[in-house]
T-cell receptor, first 119, second 111 residues
Framework: DADVTQTPRNRITKTGKRIMLECSQT?????MYWYRQDPGLGLRLIYY???????NKGEISDGYSVSRQAQAKFSLSLESAIPNQTALYFC??????????????????FGSGTRLTVV | DQQVKQNSPSLSVQEGRISILNCDYT??????FLWYKKYPAEGPTFLISISSIKDKNEDGRFTVFLNKSAKHLSLHIVPSQPGDSAVYFCGGGGSNYKLTFGKGTLLTVNP
């Protein structure tokens, strides 16, 4: 099983619909992140959470909300989807405590991504 | 304000030759830098990192060089292999443990 699992892998939804993207991890990391990838724009941070009670906005949080249900679960919601939210979404985790030595103390582990299309 | 810049959207090299991917940054508060590799339909995977107090880090075929005065880092892949064909993201981070990424460079290694 993957360390960071994202569901669904692909989703097509209509403008105005509410949609939730889910992320779960088995790495035991406290820190979790949501990024989106757009062609020519790279990876941009939407929201991040350093523990269950800590939620922070990233650089492009407008139109999104998140929920940290447990240490292992971090969900991203689009309250009313619009076409320019069509993108590839990635969840990531990190452990500054250095448990993942091959990553160094600052590396992220990413999920496989959710491809979202809003029509 | 784009804090991490990868100005080359794509790079094509021959198998066995050196690949050099470049990254510039503007945020002098970055404490470390990382390179990630991304294949289609997969999430980015960690490749190599470098602390801001170092100027070089090597791991097998991959070497990252950091020039702090120029705010520039580069990833060297020697020798390049077809399996290295992927999008490479440069990222910078600081004490807040958030990574800021560049737009990525698509590397194509031709057999």
């Amino acid at each position: 099983d993957a360390d960071v699992t994202q569901t669904p892998r692909n989703r097509i939804t209509k403008t105005g619909k509410r949609i939730m993207l889910e992320c779960s991890q088995t790495k035991g990391h406290d820190r979790m992140y949501w990024y989106r990838q757009d062609p020519g724009l790279g990876l941009r941070l939407i929201y991040y959470s350093f523990d269950v009670k800590d939620i922070n906005k990233g650089e492009i949080s407008d139109g999104y909300s998140v929920s940290r249900q447990a240490q292992a679960k971090f969900s991203l919601s689009l309250e009313s989807a619009i076409p320019n939210q069509t993108a590839l979404y990635f969840c990531a985790t990190s452990d500054p405590g250095g448990a993942d030595e091959h990553l160094g103390i600052y590396g992220y582990t990413f999920g496989s991504g959710t491809r979202l299309t809003v029509v | 304000d784009q804090q991490v810049k990868q100005n080359s959207p794509s790079l094509s090299v021959q198998e066995g030759r050196i690949s050099i991917l470049n990254c510039d940054y503007t945020n002098s508060m970055f404490d470390y830098f990382l390179w990630y590799k991304k294949y289609p339909a997969e999430g980015p995977t960690f490749l190599i990192s470098i602390s801001s107090i170092k100027d070089k880090n090597e791991d097998g075929r991959f070497t990252v060089f950091l020039n702090k005065s120029a705010k520039h880092l580069s990833l060297h892949i020697v020798p390049s292999q077809p399996g290295d064909s992927a999008v490479y993201f440069c990222g910078g981070g600081g004490s807040n443990y958030k990574l800021t990424f560049g737009k990525g460079t698509l590397l194509t290694v031709n057999p």
